[in-house]
């Protein structure tokens, strides 16, 4: 197929473009950032340069290269810190799974594309009662903390919007596997605490393994969603302890909610205590996908026990 792919030069589309190349696709990537051009080449895509918050150009750019599918893996979260101000730090990603899917499906639609598939979210999406680990069918939750309640909205447009459409939205779990992922600076210099009785579900997904997804997804999935995510859903008081002693860090510290509240909010709370986890049974019975990292145990291991600080010093050092 013809694939269009919106944020070929990120975290995700890094991966998808030389998966889908080696099943034969022929891609074109898009890029935002001046310089990416030479990195979607390099992945052996077309390289575009997008914005896709432009609904005129995602129009041109869509009608001129003539696709037969299109992938929207667009978000804008490089530079997220702040989980107290969690809306504000999302405004932008946001815009990107709102406006930006609504133009990507305007532009698909009068271009005849037969095949769209969007980027989605899985974990602490789901209702916080009932059991830790929801499959798709599984209401979400309807009453998100306030501070999210935009960005739980801007996700439930783009399932609904896609999935409306004809397409597929993949909720994708946590992803890891990249070096330069925020989470992995706040686990090692211990700002990354156990919240109360660390009892938040986290489904994660390796980047490779989410990317094989897609392509599966791309070529046989059924309108709809589906979980992609890992064989184990764990709590915060299990996971979080091990990628501290895989990347060298001190283990985890335990605070009291009153005191994660205070100082990183309530949604930082209820994704250390409440959050629920995603099964990917659909995703496995009906896409025929099996993960290169079944469990985040193995996935962790992988990706970063060769970054403990001991080697990552001595990298910088080399000539
Ligand atoms: N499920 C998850 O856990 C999840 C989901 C998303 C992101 N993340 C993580 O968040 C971190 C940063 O991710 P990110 O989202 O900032 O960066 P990213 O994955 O590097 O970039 C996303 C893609 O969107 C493109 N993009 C951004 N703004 C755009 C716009 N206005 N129009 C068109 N394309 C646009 C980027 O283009 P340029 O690179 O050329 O600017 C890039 O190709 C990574 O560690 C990633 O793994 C996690």
Do not use: C
């Amino acid at each position: 197929m013809r694939v269009f792919v919106v944020g070929a030069s990120g975290a995700i589309g890094t991966r998808l473009v030389p998966q889908l190349i080696a099943r034969g696709h022929e891609v074109i990537g898009t890029f935002r950032s001046p310089g990416n051009a030479e990195r979607v080449q390099a992945l052996g895509a077309k390289p575009i340069v997008l914005n896709l918050l432009d609904a005129r150009a995602v129009r041109k750019a869509v009608l001129d290269s003539k696709p037969e599918a299109i992938v929207h893996q667009a978000t804008a979260l490089a530079d997220l810190r702040d989980f107290k101000h969690f809306d504000r730090s999302f405004a932008q990603t946001n815009r990107l799974r709102t406006e930006g899917t609504d133009a990507l499906l305007a532009a698909a639609r009068e271009a005849g594309v037969r095949r769209f598939v969007a980027q989605s979210f899985a974990s602490a999406r789901y209702a916080r009662g009932g059991g830790p680990v929801k499959t798709e069918d599984d209401p979400l939750d309807p009453t998100p903390v306030a501070a999210m309640r935009e960005t739980s909205a801007a996700m439930r447009h783009l399932d609904e919007a896609v999935t409306a459409a004809g397409g597929i939205a993949l909720r994708y779990g946590g992803f890891y596997g990249i070096l330069k992922d925020g989470m992995l600076e706040a686990v090692r210099k211990g700002f990354f605490p156990i919240v109360g009785d660390g009892g938040g579900v986290f489904s994660f997904i390796h980047l490779d393994d989410a990317a094989a997804a897609t392509v599966l997804a791309l070529e046989h999935g059924r309108a709809g969603i589906y979980n992609i995510v890992d064989d184990e859903p764990a709590p915060v008081r299990e996971w979080l302890p091990v990628l501290a002693s895989v990347l060298g860090a001190k283990p985890p510290r335990r605070v009291p909610r009153w005191l994660a509240r205070l100082f990183a909010g309530d949604v930082a709370v209820m994704m250390g205590t409440e959050a629920r986890g995603a099964s990917n049974a659909k995703a496995k019975r009906e896409l025929g996908w099996t993960l290169r990292y079944p469990s985040w145990r193995q996935g962790f291991v992988a990706a970063y026990a060769s970054t403990t600080p001991r080697t990552e010093a001595r990298l910088i050092e080399a000539p």
